[in-house]
Structure formats: structure tokens, C-alpha cells
């Protein structure tokens, strides 16, 4: 069965294949027979072979109108000239050139295996055994008949024999194959399902790592280290948010495609900018630059993983650089979007980072790959550290007036 395909549709063209290429050799067979009683005439001009033509072209017309149109008119009407085609030809033949005829027995088989090649109306398997060997029953009468208005011998028709059993055989091995597809379909579906079902349960525990690490440890981290006395009020409403968003269930659904338009184009809008104001919260000095509007070219999945990333980039440069200051910049292109953070902090090397710190790997790099995206990392001891992250773009929504 073609990959991707239902089993009837894989079975339909199994057998619509099947089809055509009976019909090219019922093509080829039916112009060898032409060839033959021309080469005859040409061979031997006092002969009244000729007429013998004119039910061969008749019949290559009914094929032709047979592959075009798959009817029972057609299919009949193929059998009939057909039929009569091979009764005017043999007893042409024998009545013509009998000696020669005697020793070349090929020109009677092409006819008889052009009929048995009808492959009539639809595609199905069962039909097309029954035109078949209906086709193959037309052609040996045909013969049996000339033999008798001739008064020769009966000949087997060992070449028709041959075709037809292998066509029973073809059309036979083609419906068992199709009675075992429904089963494969379904395994092949439930192999889809547990994919699918695979594949969502990653990105549910990808998401909810993300979130723990970034609303729990951070303001763990803030609260136990950044500052002394009191927690500071916008500090708490922070924690109050982001425990709303843990208890409820909306961080499982999957962020709808469908955004305002309006909303996307407007920087003040986006969970970059979100992310910015938080770290700001927290006494970082941060400068924004670039094209700000390219965040609007971001679907609603993006633009919360842009934002969520950028805020563990930025707790990064409170907790780990050792300065207060950091840039971020946003660069549009066609086809991506980009956003880098930068600061000249004390730097580090990704792989001396113990396996348990999660910020880095989880909140940022794993988090934008989940969407499509990619990060990059530089950073150097004592020469501060740079991470880009970019992710693909929404397609530009043209619309134009008539």
C-alpha cells in the first residue's frame, strides 16, 4: 500500500496500475496483428488478406474508447469487435496462406490476449477476473470457430492459457493483499496515534519543567538573594501571577494560531516586553534595540516561548553575571526572527555547567527548539556572555481588493 494512503485508495491504485498496463499490451498485441497481416500482404500481393485489417483497426478504436471510458458498453462492445476481428483474421490466415500459417501460430494469439487483457468497467479485483476470463472464453471461440469454417484442426492456444493464468494469479494475489490491508491500516493508524499522543506528552513535560524552573527557582532565587527586609510588592504580585498560572490548566492547552493582528504588530503586547519589565522589577538595566516590530510576525506559541526564554536569559545575567546591565536586540528577516541578549558579565563555558542546572539547557535552548527554533551561545570567561535565539516566522497575511 503507498505510503500515506487509506487502504481503499492504495488498493484502487494498485489495480487502476494493473489496468493500464493490461491495456498497453492489449495495444501492442493488436498492432502486432496489424503488422502481421500487412507484412502477409506485402509477402504475398495476390493474396485478399488486406480486409482482414479493417476489424484490427475497428478494434484498436474500441480499446481506445475502452481506457478512456471504463463502461460495460465499452467492455462489451471491445469483446464483440474483438471477437470478430480474431474470426476474420484466422480465417484469413488458413484459408490464405495455410502453409505458412502452419508453422507461425503467433498471429492467432495476439488477438485472444488483447481481449483477455479487457480489464472492464471499475477496479475492482472480482471484476476484473470475471472480464478477463470472459475475454479469454471470447478469443478460444473465435478460434474454434475459424477452424471450423476452415475445416482445419483445432489448435491450443498455449500463449492465452499461459496469460490468462497469469492474469487470475495477478488479479487473485491483488485481492488477498487488499484483505489484509484493513488490519495493517489499523496498525498503521494506531502507530500514528501513539506517535502523536508520544509527542504531545513531551512537549506537556518540556512546558511544565520550563515553568517550574523559571516561576518557582527564579523567585526562590530572588527572594533568598536579591533582597534584604521586605519583599517588594511588585515582587509579589509576580509570584501571585505566576502561581495562578501553575494551579490552573490553561499552560496545557495549546496556544490558539489565531491572533489579533493588531495585538501581534504592537511591541506593548508581546511577552518579550513582559519579560523585559520583570527583569526590570529585579534592577536590571536593560537596553532594548532592533527592528521591536518583528515580534509581531510571531504566532501566540513563539512569542510566549520568545518571552519565557529571553526572562530565564535575563534572570542568568542577575544571578550568575555579575552586572546589572544587558542588552536585547531583535532582528526580522523574511523567514525567521531573531532576538539576542547580550551582556559583558564574567561569562562561563556551557559544558563545565553541572547537568542539574537546568536554566540554560531546559528554560531557553530545549524550550525554543519546541517550536521550531534555534539557539546559539557564546561566551567567554571574564568577556560576557551572548545567546541568540531564533525562531521561525508566521507567513505575511496579503490581502488584496478586487
Same mark, same amino acid.
Given at each position: 500500500?503507498?505510503?500515506?494512503?487509506? @487502504?481503499?485508495?492504495?488498493?484502487?491504485?494498485?489495480?487502476?496500475?494493473?489496468?493500464?498496463?493490461?491495456?498497453?499490451?492489449?495495444? $501492442?498485441?493488436?498492432?502486432?496483428?496489424?503488422?502481421?497481416?500487412?507484412?502477409?500482404?506485402?509477402?504475398?500481393?495476390?493474396?485478399?488478406?488486406? @480486409?482482414?485489417?479493417?476489424?484490427?483497426?475497428?478494434?484498436?478504436?474500441?480499446?481506445?474508447?475502452?481506457?478512456?471510458?471504463?463502461?460495460?458498453?465499452?467492455?462489451?462492445?471491445?469483446?464483440?469487435?474483438? /471477437?470478430?476481428?480474431?474470426?476474420?483474421?484466422?480465417?484469413?490466415?488458413?484459408?490464405?496462406? @495455410?502453409? +505458412? /500459417?502452419?508453422?507461425? $501460430?503467433?498471429?492467432?494469439?495476439?488477438?485472444?490476449?488483447?481481449?483477455?487483457?479487457?480489464?472492464?468497467?471499475?477496479?475492482?479485483?472480482?471484476?476484473?477476473?470475471?472480464?478477463?476470463?470472459?475475454?479469454?472464453?471470447?478469443?478460444?471461440?473465435?478460434?474454434?470457430?475459424?477452424?471450423?469454417?476452415?475445416?482445419?484442426?483445432?489448435?491450443?492456444?498455449?500463449? #492465452?492459457?499461459?496469460?490468462?493464468?497469469?492474469?487470475?494469479?495477478?488479479?487473485?494475489?491483488?485481492?488477498? $493483499?487488499?484483505?489484509?490491508?484493513?488490519?495493517?491500516?489499523?496498525?498503521?493508524?494506531?502507530?500514528?496515534? =501513539?506517535?502523536?499522543?508520544?509527542?504531545?506528552?513531551?512537549?506537556?513535560?518540556?512546558?511544565?519543567?520550563?515553568?517550574?524552573?523559571? %516561576?518557582?527557582?527564579?523567585?526562590? /532565587?530572588?527572594?533568598?538573594?536579591?533582597?534584604?527586609?521586605?519583599?517588594?510588592?511588585?515582587?509579589?504580585?509576580?509570584?501571585?501571577?505566576?502561581?495562578?498560572?501553575?494551579?490552573?490548566? &490553561?499552560?496545557? #492547552?495549546?496556544?490558539?494560531?489565531?491572533?489579533?493582528?493588531?495585538?501581534?504588530?504592537?511591541?506593548?503586547?508581546?511577552?518579550?516586553?513582559?519579560?523585559?519589565?520583570?527583569?526590570?522589577?529585579?534592577?536590571?538595566?536593560? =537596553? +532594548?534595540?532592533?527592528?521591536?516590530?518583528?515580534?509581531?510576525?510571531?504566532?501566540?506559541?513563539?512569542?510566549?516561548?520568545?518571552?519565557?526564554?529571553?526572562?530565564?536569559?535575563?534572570?542568568?545575567?542577575?544571578?550568575?553575571?555579575?552586572? =546589572?546591565?544587558?542588552?536585547? +536586540?531583535?532582528?526580522? #528577516? &523574511?523567514?525567521? +526572527?531573531?532576538? %539576542?541578549?547580550?551582556?559583558?558579565?564574567?561569562?562561563?563555558?556551557?559544558?563545565?555547567?553541572?547537568?542539574?542546572?537546568?536554566?540554560?539547557?531546559?528554560?531557553?535552548?530545549?524550550?525554543?527548539? $519546541?517550536?521550531?527554533?534555534?539557539?546559539?551561545?557564546?561566551?567567554? @570567561?571574564?568577556?560576557?556572555?551572548?545567546?541568540?535565539?531564533?525562531?521561525?516566522?508566521?507567513?505575511?497575511?496579503?490581502?488584496? =481588493?478586487?
Amino acid at each position: 500500500m503507498p505510503q500515506g494512503q487509506s @487502504p481503499q485508495v492504495g488498493s484502487q491504485t494498485t489495480n487502476r496500475a494493473f489496468s493500464r498496463f493490461a491495456h498497453v499490451i492489449g495495444y $501492442t498485441c493488436l498492432s502486432g496483428a496489424l503488422l502481421d497481416v500487412i507484412g502477409f500482404q506485402g509477402a504475398s500481393p495476390s493474396r485478399m488478406l488486406w @480486409p482482414a485489417l479493417i476489424p484490427l483497426v475497428v478494434a484498436l478504436v474500441a480499446l481506445v474508447l475502452l481506457d478512456r471510458w471504463r463502461t460495460t458498453f465499452y467492455s462489451v462492445l471491445f469483446l464483440t469487435v474483438g /471477437t470478430l476481428a480474431q474470426l476474420w483474421l484466422m480465417t484469413a490466415l488458413l484459408t490464405q496462406l @495455410p502453409a +505458412v /500459417t502452419a508453422a507461425y $501460430t503467433a498471429a492467432f494469439s495476439l488477438v485472444p490476449v488483447a481481449l483477455i487483457l479487457v480489464i472492464g468497467p471499475g477496479f475492482v479485483p472480482r471484476s476484473a477476473i470475471v472480464w478477463c476470463t470472459v475475454g479469454f472464453a471470447a478469443g478460444q471461440l473465435a478460434s474454434y470457430g475459424a477452424s471450423v469454417l476452415t475445416g482445419t484442426r483445432p489448435r491450443l492456444d498455449i500463449v #492465452s492459457i499461459a496469460v490468462e493464468v497469469g492474469v487470475l494469479l495477478a488479479e487473485g494475489a491483488i485481492l488477498a $493483499t487488499r484483505r489484509t490491508r484493513p488490519a495493517v491500516g489499523a496498525e498503521l493508524d494506531r502507530a500514528a496515534v =501513539d506517535e502523536e499522543l508520544s509527542a504531545l506528552r513531551y512537549r506537556i513535560e518540556v512546558r511544565a519543567a520550563s515553568l517550574m524552573h523559571d %516561576m518557582v527557582l527564579n523567585h526562590l /532565587t530572588a527572594i533568598s538573594t536579591g533582597y534584604e527586609g521586605p519583599v517588594p510588592v511588585s515582587l509579589k504580585h509576580q509570584i501571585e501571577r505566576d502561581l495562578s498560572v501553575l494551579i490552573g490548566e &490553561e499552560w496545557l #492547552s495549546e496556544p490558539s494560531p489565531e491572533v489579533d493582528a493588531r495585538a501581534k504588530r504592537d511591541w506593548q503586547q508581546s511577552a518579550l516586553l513582559t519579560a523585559v519589565q520583570e527583569a526590570r522589577e529585579l534592577s536590571l538595566s536593560i =537596553d +532594548v534595540t532592533g527592528e521591536l516590530g518583528a515580534i509581531g510576525r510571531l504566532d501566540r506559541e513563539r512569542d510566549v516561548a520568545v518571552g519565557l526564554a529571553v526572562k530565564q536569559c535575563l534572570v542568568n545575567v542577575l544571578r550568575h553575571a555579575q552586572i =546589572d546591565r544587558a542588552e536585547v +536586540v531583535v532582528i526580522g #528577516s &523574511e523567514a525567521h +526572527v531573531s532576538i %539576542m541578549v547580550i551582556d559583558a558579565g564574567k561569562g562561563f563555558s556551557e559544558q563545565l555547567v553541572a547537568s542539574d542546572r537546568l536554566g540554560i539547557r531546559q528554560s531557553v535552548r530545549r524550550r525554543i527548539e $519546541t517550536v521550531g527554533g534555534e539557539v546559539q551561545l557564546w561566551s567567554t @570567561p571574564g568577556r560576557g556572555t551572548s545567546v541568540l535565539m531564533r525562531v521561525p516566522a508566521a507567513q505575511l497575511q496579503v490581502s488584496v =481588493d478586487d
